[in-house]
């Protein structure tokens, strides 16, 4: 089974940073596609960032230029580095990874943006 969990949330101050990560429990190329969603209290679910294997990754518009998903073999884990944050980034962020049909979930972690 699939573990991923997610760690690097907080409280920061807006345009502040954070790099959030996803560590997986096997190798992260064993994976379709990696990605960060994101979701607040009253609000849907959005994709922030995905990367599909051999594809470019994709972003949500109001975060394109602001964060930078990535990935690191070696340690099997997934980053999503945030800057220039807002307080409409406050959300819980999940990150999921796909093998096939499947995707697996991680259990998120919080990221609060205020002053």
């Known amino acids: 089974q699939v573990q991923l969990v997610e760690s690097g949330g907080g409280l920061v101050w807006p345009g502040g940073s954070l790099n959030i990560s996803c560590a997986a429990s096997e190798s992260i190329f064993t994976f379709s596609t990696m990605g960060w969603y994101r979701q607040d209290l009253g609000k849907g679910r959005e994709l922030v960032a995905e990367?599909?294997?051999?594809?470019?990754?994709n972003y949500l518009d109001s975060v394109k230029g602001r964060f930078t998903i990535s990935r690191d073999g070696a340690k099997n884990t997934m980053y999503l580095q945030m800057n220039s944050l807002k307080p409409e980034d406050t959300a819980f962020y999940y990150c999921?990874?796909?093998?096939?049909?499947?995707?697996?979930w991680g259990r998120g972690t919080q990221v609060t943006v205020s002053s």
């Open positions: 999921y990874a796909t093998i096939g049909s499947r995707i697996y």
């Open positions: 990367m599909p294997v051999g594809g470019n990754p």
